[in-house]
C-alpha cells in the first residue's frame, strides 16, 4: 500500500497504523473542533409578529461581539473562527454599504452569522432585512427554528424581542374567494374524460374546503399531506387574478394579505429568491420596504431569477385563456382567440424543437395572430368597473392569463429583431417528457436586472457553501452583475466599516472565504477513475458499471450515487441489483423524501438518482460514506439557454465554455461533494468515474471549487480505505 494513505481502521482514520506514513500536512493539522449545533435546533415551531417597539426611547442594542456570544450559548454551540469572521464582515458591509459575497462551508453556521448582525441593524435602525433562500427546507429552518431561539436569546441584549415573518408569492396561499364559490373555475380536459381522476380532484378540494376553516396560514407548506397542484390552482390565485383586498368579499382574512402584513412589520423577512426576482422585475413592490437583502444559497440566484424572468407561449394555454374569455366577453371574440391557439399548435407540431435563431414565416404569422388576438380580449375585458365578487373574478381570472400571453407574444416577436449579437432574449421550441410542444423565451443574462434592481437599490450580502468557482468569485460575479478582478480572500481579509469608494460606474463588493471547521483533508478522499475511458452517450459502460459495484461492495453499501440523467440512474440501480447482496433504491420509485429517510435509517443502503439529489440530502453519520459522480455534470450540448450563453461570451471574446458549462459543471460538483461531510464526525470517499476531471485542461478549474479532500488515482487505495471505514463502523 503507498504511503501516506489514509487508514479508516480506528476512530481517528487518519491515523497511522505502524504500515502507512501520513504526509507532513496532515501530521501537522490539528483534530476538527466539535460540531456546533445548529441555530434554532429543538425549538418548537413559532413566528413572530409583535410590532416594533415605536414612539419611546430604546436602549441602544448591545454589540455584535456580545450578541453572537449569547447567541452561540443559546444553541449549546461553541465559537467558530469562520462564523465570527463571517459575522463581522456581514457587520461591516452594513455600516459600510460595501456588499459581501462569504463562502462559508458545511458547518460554519452561517445562518447564525447572518442573522445576528441583520437582527441587530433591523432593531437598531428600526428597519427590515430580507432573507431569500432558494430552498423550502432552507425557509423553515430559519423560521421554524433558528429565529425563534434568536429572538427569545437575544431580546434582552437587543432591548427588546426582534420580529420576523415569512412571506411567498400570492399562489402559494389558499384564497378565501375562491374557497367561498365567488369564483368558479372550470375543469381542466383532462378531468373531463377520465372519472377518476375527476374523482380525486374533487376529494382534494373538498379537504382544501375543510382546511381553510383550520389553518391560520393558509399557507400550501403546511398543508401535510399535499394535495395535486390541479387542485391547488382551483382553490389559489396569482397576483395578477387576485381582486384585491378593498374588492373581494373575504379581503379583510385574507391569508395572502395577512402575510404582507406581518411582514410589513417584522424586523427579519424571509422569502424565496423568486419572489426577491418578481420584487425586482416588477414596478409594484412585492416586498416591504427594506435596506438590506441576505442571499442564502445563493449559488442558485442566477437560475432562479431567470425562471422567474422567462416566459412559455403554448397552443393549450391559449386554448385555456380563450376559454375563460368566453365566460366574460363576447363569443365571437373568445372564439377567435382560440382559433389563434389551435393554429399555433399546428405550427409547432409541425417544428422541430431547438433554439430558434430566426424566426419562420409560419411561426411569425401564427404568433402575430396570437398577438392580436389577445389584444382584443384584453380590450373587451377592460378595466376596473362595479361588479359583484363572482363576475369581478371571473373577469379577473380571463384577464390575468389573456395579458400574459399577448405580452409574452408580443416579447417573442419583438425578440428578433436586433441583430442576431445584440438580442437580449433567447427563444426555443420545447417539447420535454412528452408534453405538447411550447414557445419558450428566457433572457441571455440577467446581470443588468440584478445590478439596476438589486445591487443600485440596498447593501446585499451573497452566501453558500459554493461561491469561489475555480478559487475565485470573478465567474459567478459576472453573473450577478458586479464587476470581476475579486478573489476569495481568506478570513482575516474582511471589509472595512468605511465608505467604498465611487464613482457611480460600477457596484462595490468585496469576496471573502471563511473556509469551514471541517478538517476535509483528514475526513475524506477525493477518488478520480483516472484509468476509466472518458464517458460516452450510450449509457453507462460497463468498465463504470464494474468500478461503482466495486465501490458500494467495500462500502458495504452507504452509496449516494449522482448521475447525470435518470437513464444512466436506472442503468446503475437494475445492474447493481443483480450484482450486490445490499438494498440499492432508485429515484422515482417513491418521493424523494421517503427515499432519503429509507436510505438514512439502513447503512447498508444505496440511493441512486439525479439533479435533486446532487442538492438536497442532508444525511450525516455511518450511513453515507460513499458519493459517486458518474460524470462531470456538464449541461447537455443542445441545452438551448446555456449554448446560446456560451456563444455569446465567446463572441464577446470570453471563454464561454469556462463562464457557462464549466461553471454550472463545478457548483454541481462541489453541491455534490457537499453531501458526503454533514458533520465534524463524518469521514467518507468522494469518488468521480469520470477521467476527465484529472486529464482534460478544465480539469483543475473544477477540482479547486471542490473542498480540499485528499486525492488518489488508485482504486486499490479508495477501495482499501473504504473496507477499512466500513469495519470500524460496524465495530461501534
Sequence with gaps: MPASVPNWSVSDVFEPDGTEQLPPELVEQSAPEPEQASAGAGASPASSTTERAGGAERAEPADLDTLLSVAVGAVSGTPREGQTAMAKAVDNAIGS??????????????????????????????????????????????????LPRLATALSEELGRRPTFAILKGRRNYLCLNRVHGNAPEEPEESALFDPSATSALERDVRRLREWSSETDTGDRDELVPGVSERAWRQMSVTANECLGAHRCPVGTDCFAERARGEAGRADIVVTNHALLAIDALDDRPVLPEHDMVVVDEAHDLVDRVTSAASGELSGSAVKQAAKRCGRAVDEEIADRLNEAGEGLEFVLGEAAPGRLEEL???????????????????????????????????????????????????????????????????????????????????PLGVGGLLRQRLFEQRTTVLTSATLALGGSFDTL???????????????????????????????????????????????????????????????????????????????????????????????????????????????????????????????????????????????????????????????????????ARQKAISANGGNGFITVAGTHAALLLAQGAGRLLRSAADRGVIAVLDPRLATARYGSFLRASLPPFWSTHDPEVVRGALRRLDSATEKR
Excluded at 377592460?382 to 407574444?409: C, F, M, N, W, Y
Excluded at 480572500?489 to 469608494?501: K, L, N, S
Excluded at 445492474?575 to 422515482?588: D, I, K, N
Excluded at 462531470?632 to 450540448?637: D, E, G, L, T, V
Design 97 to 146: 454599504g460595501e456588499h459581501l459575497a462569504v463562502q462559508a462551508g458545511t458547518g460554519t453556521g452561517k445562518s447564525l452569522a447572518y442573522l445576528v448582525p441583520a437582527i441587530r441593524h433591523a432593531v437598531a435602525a428600526n428597519t427590515t432585512v430580507v432573507v431569500s433562500t432558494a430552498t423550502i427546507a432552507l425557509q423553515r429552518q430559519l423560521v421554524d427554528r433558528d
Design 360 to 442: 419562420p414565416r409560419e411561426l411569425s404569422s401564427a404568433l402575430s395572430g396570437v398577438r392580436d388576438a389577445a389584444g382584443a380580449c384584453v380590450t373587451a375585458l377592460g378595466t376596473e368597473h362595479r361588479e359583484d365578487a363572482e363576475t369581478g373574478s371571473v373577469r379577473k381570472l380571463a384577464l390575468a392569463p389573456t395579458q400574459e400571453i399577448h405580452d409574452t407574444a408580443m416579447r417573442l416577436l419583438d425578440g428578433f429583431d436586433a441583430p442576431e449579437g445584440e438580442r437580449h432574449d433567447v427563444v426555443w421550441i420545447s417539447a420535454e417528457n412528452g408534453r405538447a410542444p411550447a414557445l419558450k423565451v428566457a
Design 477 to 643: 460575479a459576472g453573473q450577478w452583475g458586479l464587476p470581476p478582478q475579486r478573489e476569495a480572500r481568506p478570513a482575516p481579509d474582511t471589509a472595512t466599516a468605511e465608505e467604498p469608494p465611487s464613482d457611480g460606474a460600477e457596484p462595490s463588493w468585496v469576496g471573502l472565504d471563511v473556509g469551514s471547521p471541517f478538517d476535509y483533508r483528514r475526513s475524506g478522499i477525493l477518488y478520480v477513475a483516472r484509468h476509466l475511458p472518458s464517458p460516452g452517450r450510450d449509457g453507462l459502460p460497463e468498465s463504470y458499471l464494474d468500478e461503482l459495484a466495486e465501490l458500494v461492495t467495500a462500502a458495504g453499501g452507504r452509496t449516494l450515487g449522482l448521475f447525470s440523467s435518470m437513464r444512466a440512474a436506472r442503468q446503475a440501480c437494475d445492474e447493481l441489483r443483480e450484482r450486490l447482496s445490499t438494498p440499492v433504491l432508485c429515484q422515482g420509485e417513491d418521493s424523494t423524501g421517503l427515499l432519503v429517510d429509507s436510505f438514512a435509517k439502513d447503512p447498508a443502503t444505496s440511493l441512486f438518482g439525479t439533479l435533486s439529489l446532487w442538492q438536497g440530502v442532508d444525511v450525516p453519520g455511518e450511513s453515507l460514506q460513499l458519493v459517486v459522480m458518474d460524470r462531470i455534470p456538464f449541461p447537455r450540448p443542445d441545452d438551448p439557454l446555456a449554448s
